[in-house]
């Protein structure tokens, strides 16, 4: 794990993040790639959603954990996409020079960064003059969750809180665009997009997973007393009555001056 991240969240989150595609998670950065750009997507995963960004232009991903970069760059062979590629790297220091990329997206990775500013920074860094910022950012305070019961909020209270020892900020949308203004970009635009990205009850399930694995987990021993009720909780809601879930991702386009 590299310092700034949060740790990965298991099975289940990787079968989500393999889910994910271009026509539903970067529909909102699509108008900036242009034939023959340079994309960078910063936090790729297993590639699914890079696969699928500006088919006429270079695109490169980038993901910390090398295990993920050799399932995407398997996935990049399979479909004959010979204009994408896939190198392992921090968002805190990306291999690329001063200047050189033209769009910079990423989708899901700030809410896991201690160090969003220092991100922001590298990525002004990379960009060249009038290059593109697009990056989506979940933003927990907005999600909708009907019922929300009170096991439901002291389950996810938890789920914040493990969130939190890891490193990242569950809030991160909600002050993204103001760090991106923070950082040197100029025509900053952000908007609200809600997504079922899970059902109501699988969401339940993830909580009670992540919570228990906690509880077992020596690292989190000063917690422990807390996780356990959340968890408590967590199991609650799971055998509950079905409900809604959709999650806020915050949008964010910005230019590199």
């Not at 033209?102 to 700030?110: K, Q």
């Not at 914040?160 to 890891?166: F, G, I, Q």
């Not at 997009?193 to 059902?199: H, T, V």
């Not at 807390?226 to 949008?251: H, I, K, N, P, Y």
Request: charged share 25%; with cysteine; net charge positive.
């Amino acid at each position: 794990m590299l310092e700034g991240y949060a740790p990965g969240y298991g099975a289940d989150a990787v079968t989500m993040m393999s889910a994910r595609t271009a026509a539903e998670r970067a529909t909102f950065a699509q108008p900036l790639f242009r034939p023959g750009t340079w994309v960078v997507d910063l936090g790729c995963g297993p590639g699914s959603i890079t696969l699928g960004l500006a088919a006429e232009s270079r695109v490169t991903g980038v993901d910390r954990d090398a295990g993920q970069v050799v399932l995407a760059r398997e996935a990049a062979r399979r479909a004959g996409r010979s204009t994408v590629d896939f190198v392992v790297g921090s968002a805190y220091d990306l291999p690329f020079a001063d200047g050189s990329v033209d769009v910079a997206f990423s989708h899901a990775l700030f809410e896991h960064l201690s160090a969003p500013a220092d991100a922001l920074a590298e990525l002004r860094r990379v960009l060249r003059p009038g290059g593109k910022l697009a990056l989506s950012t979940s933003d927990w305070s907005k999600a909708r969750l009907r019922p929300k019961t009170a096991n439901v909020d002291a389950a996810l209270r938890g789920h914040y809180l493990l969130r939190r020892r890891a490193g990242g900020n569950p809030f991160a949308g909600r002050n993204i665009a103001e760090e991106c203004v923070r950082a040197g970009f100029t025509e900053v635009a952000s908007r609200a997009k809600y997504r079922e990205d899970m059902s109501y009850r699988d969401l339940a399930k993830y909580v009670e997973s992540r919570l228990d694995a906690a509880i077992a987990d020596p690292a989190y021993a000063r917690d422990r007393d807390q996780l356990a009720s959340a968890a408590r909780s967590a199991w609650m809601w799971t055998r509950g009555g079905d409900g809604d879930f959709s999650q806020c991702w915050v949008e964010v386009t910005a230019t590199r001056p």
